[in-house]
């Protein structure tokens, strides 16, 4: 079975902020299967998935599709945004992965979802 945890992140600037995560534990071993993540507009800010301490992705949010709508005078949305980092990975027992948002100056919020499933134990 496929489940999703809902994060939202409020950019704060020059600072990266993470959402509490996504944990595995010994009686729901997490498979994380990919990330949706939707930036609130366009800032330059950066994506970033961590796997406690490690950096597994990091993608500028000129690459993702926003909600903000777009003004008369610019051309429309593309459909070779991502929307969907795809990661497959086992998170091992008693970690925790988790999104972040790195703003600079101008910031920007983030909204998402985990895809993930319990695999056996």
Not at 54 to 79: C, H, M, Q, R
């Amino acid at each position: 079975m496929i489940y999703f945890k809902k994060f939202k992140i409020t950019g704060v600037a020059n600072t990266i902020t993470h959402d509490s995560g996504l944990d595995s534990s010994k009686a729901n071993p997490v498979r994380l299967l990919s990330v949706i993540v939707q930036p609130s507009t366009y800032k330059g800010s950066d994506v970033q998935g961590w796997l406690e301490r490690e950096k597994v992705f990091e993608i500028e949010d000129y690459l993702l599709d926003t909600k903000e709508e777009w003004p008369s005078n610019v051309a429309g949305k593309s459909f070779n945004r991502l929307n969907e980092i795809e990661v497959g990975h086992d998170i091992p027992v008693g970690s925790t992965f988790s999104v972040a948002l790195s703003c600079a100056t101008a910031t920007n919020d983030l909204r998402g979802a985990y895809r993930y499933e319990i695999v056996g134990s």
